[in-house]
Structures are given as structure tokens and as C-alpha cells.
């Protein structure tokens, strides 16, 4: 049922957000550690035209790196074409034959918006109608893939911006605990955040904005 794609798809999040932020710490921690070497010490503005070079390449490149490696996993993911335990790729059919049973397998396919798509050649087939033991239809932003990090990164967070629609999530869970919606009164580069992509956001890094702050001071006084 849809409730354990969901909840994959909820782990995943946390394990990616949790990746994230390991590269990025580490990333920072290899940039912490090159050393700025001249020959004579140098004046603010040289300094700053030194830094700020390397500090713009930080930061196009650590998230392109790992936008990178993870479009890698992904491609690699749908290209071996295994069928992964939630059926969501691939369906296995039983064929009796006598007292034989043959196994085989389809691929999923998804019709919603009048167009066919098939898991077999297609990663971004999607279905936003999910189905329960206990609930049928749909939940804003939300959608199921045909693995589930391919649902994740198609999905938004639109859900989790309304106190209704985490109602109907508690639901569909079969959870008497209720979420809490998030505020869209807090600003943020991703503008609408409650329909952007969760996809873009991990090529993101999740990061709202980057920071640097040079210690000219520091540098000088070594220098010096």
C-alpha cells in the first residue's frame, strides 16, 4: 500500500537532508584547510580578490558535485530496472500452469493526466492518487514513483503548509498524531517553497544561503 511508499519516501528525506549537510561540513572543512600563500603580505582589496574567486567556486561547485552523484545513483537505479520491494517499478505475476507457477513481471505503467507512461522506460512516471486500507484520493503535492526517490523528488511540500491536508495525511497513516503545519510566513530563496520541488531542493543542498566571512586581521597579523 501507498502508506509504506510514503513513509520510505519520508526516510529517505531525513537520510538526503543528513547527506547534505555531512558534504557540506566536510567540503568546508577541505576548504578550511588550504593555505593562502604570497609572497609579500598582501593589502584588503588584493586579499578579498584572492578569496572571493575561490569562495564563488565553493560554492557553484559543491552542489553541482553532488547534484551530480546523485542524478549518477539515480540513472544507474532505473537503468538496472530491479524490482524493489514496495512493487512500485515493476508488478510480479503468478501464472498456473498444471501445479506449476510461473513467475514474471510487468512494468507499472501510470494513465492519470491522459497520457501513458511506463516504469520500464520512463523514471518520472508519477500518480497522485494514493490509496490506503483506509483512505482513496489524494494529498496536495504528494505523489508516488516509480521508486520511491523518484516520488520524493517530484513531490513538494505542499501538504505540510496546511493543518488540513496533515489531517488527511494522519489518515491515511492510520495515526492518531496530527503534524503541525509549517509557517509560509518565513522567507525563503525557494519562493513558492510550498510548491517547489523537493528534487530541487536536494540539488540545493537544502542550503537557503551561503555565508562567508574572510579574517583579513587574522591573515595580516600571521603575515605580517
Known amino acids: 500500500m501507498d502508506g509504506k511508499v510514503l513513509s520510505t519516501q519520508v526516510r529517505l528525506l531525513a537520510a538526503l537532508c543528513s547527506l547534505a549537510n555531512s558534504t557540506v561540513v ?7 584547510a588550504r593555505e593562502l600563500v604570497t609572497v609579500e603580505p598582501l593589502s584588503r582589496r588584493p586579499f578579498d580578490d584572492q578569496i572571493h574567486p575561490t569562495v564563488s567556486n565553493f560554492i557553484r561547485e559543491t552542489p553541482r558535485d553532488f547534484r551530480r552523484t546523485h542524478e549518477y545513483v539515480n540513472g544507474m537505479l ?4 530491479f524490482q524493489n520491494f514496495l512493487s512500485t517499478n515493476w508488478n510480479l505475476v503468478t501464472t498456473p500452469v498444471g501445479k506449476l507457477h510461473y513467475f514474471s513481471t510487468s512494468p507499472v505503467s501510470v494513465n492519470e493526466s491522459g497520457q501513458f507512461c511506463s516504469c520500464e522506460t520512463s523514471s518520472t512516471c508519477t500518480r497522485s492518487r494514493l490509496k490506503n486500507m483506509n483512505y482513496r484520493g489524494t494529498l496536495n503535492g504528494l505523489v508516488v514513483g516509480c521508486l520511491p526517490v523518484h516520488g520524493l523528488r517530484l513531490s513538494t511540500l505542499e501538504c505540510f503548509y496546511s493543518s488540513e491536508c496533515l489531517k488527511q495525511l494522519a489518515k491515511f497513516v492510520n495515526s492518531s498524531f496530527v503534524l503541525s503545519p509549517l509557517k509560509r510566513s518565513i522567507p525563503s530563496r525557494f519562493t513558492p517553497i510550498s510548491s517547489t520541488p523537493i528534487g530541487t531542493l536536494i540539488d540545493e543542498l537544502f542550503i537557503e544561503s551561503w555565508q562567508n566571512s574572510s579574517n583579513y586581521s587574522s591573515y595580516y597579523s600571521i603575515c605580517a
Open 26 to 32: 566536510e567540503r568546508i572543512r577541505t576548504l578550511s
Open 78 to 81: 532505473h537503468a538496472n530496472q
